[in-house]
């Protein structure tokens, strides 16, 4: 089984700031995936990166990347330069053999 | 390339009316996944396909809940008869087997049973 914890509900940033959002995950798979989703006011889920358990470096997809610290069991997304464009809902997922497992996610408003 | 396709995108229904909903995904996706989206819940996953065979449906709220891929290109969810508690956003996603690092989903079917 696998849990995914998101322990912000709500995170303000300013425009040009950069914002981390949390994630830890826990999982009995030897080998995961995990992933972010952004999913804006209109719904639908946006794919943003993808981090594999056995990856030696962390992914970065453009101003995304994911700090991701085995030991921890955390997967903490980070946007560089946010833009008021970000604003909107992101989940964190981690999939084991199949299926991927969804945290609660973290609202993120971006002020000018 | 087309997307994850959903219909219908908006549905409202009466309590008891049979609700059907429909998902093609990627031409060449083996996997299949049905979730659904309520803000008590997040996003839960319903039933997961592989080969258009049901791998795990224990997310399947009831029996008035089915679902059923009978081809590689396309899906149902069928709930029979719904509910006001049903109502929330339907999405199919759908993955080529061997690449875990890619789920794609479709923009979702807003259901409300009134």
């Known amino acids: 089984a696998q849990k995914i914890t998101q322990t912000q509900p709500g995170m303000f940033v300013q425009e040009k700031e950069a914002v981390t959002l949390d994630c830890t995950y826990d999982t009995s798979d030897p080998s995961y995936g995990l992933f972010w989703y952004k999913q804006p006011s209109s719904g639908e889920m946006i794919f943003l990166i993808y981090?594999?358990?056995?990856?030696?470096q962390n992914a970065t997809e453009g101003r995304y990347s994911l700090n991701f610290q085995k030991a921890r069991k955390s997967a903490n997304l980070v946007i560089s330069a946010s833009q008021l464009g970000d604003s909107a809902m992101y989940f964190c997922?981690?999939?084991?053999?199949?299926?991927?497992?969804f945290g609660k996610g973290t609202m993120l408003l971006v002020s000018p | 390339d087309a997307g994850v396709i959903q219909s219908p995108r908006h549905e409202v229904t009466e309590m008891g009316q049979e609700v059907t909903l429909r998902c093609k995904p990627i031409?060449?996706?083996?996997?299949l996944f049905w979730y659904r989206q309520t803000m008590m819940r997040g996003l839960e996953l319903l039933i997961y396909f592989n080969n258009n065979v049901p791998i795990d449906d224990s997310g399947m709220p009831e029996d008035r809940f089915s679902a059923k891929m009978p081809n590689a290109s396309f899906s149902t969810l069928k709930i029979q008869p719904s509910e006001p508690r049903d109502s929330a956003v339907y999405f199919c996603?759908?993955?080529?087997?061997?690449?875990?690092?890619?789920?794609?989903f479709g923009e979702g079917s807003w259901l409300t049973v009134v």
């Open positions: 981090q594999g358990s056995y990856d030696q």
């Open positions: 997922a981690s999939s084991g053999y199949s299926t991927l497992t």
């Open positions: 996603a759908s993955r080529p087997t061997g690449e875990e690092n890619t789920i794609y």
């Open positions: 031409s060449g996706h083996n996997s």
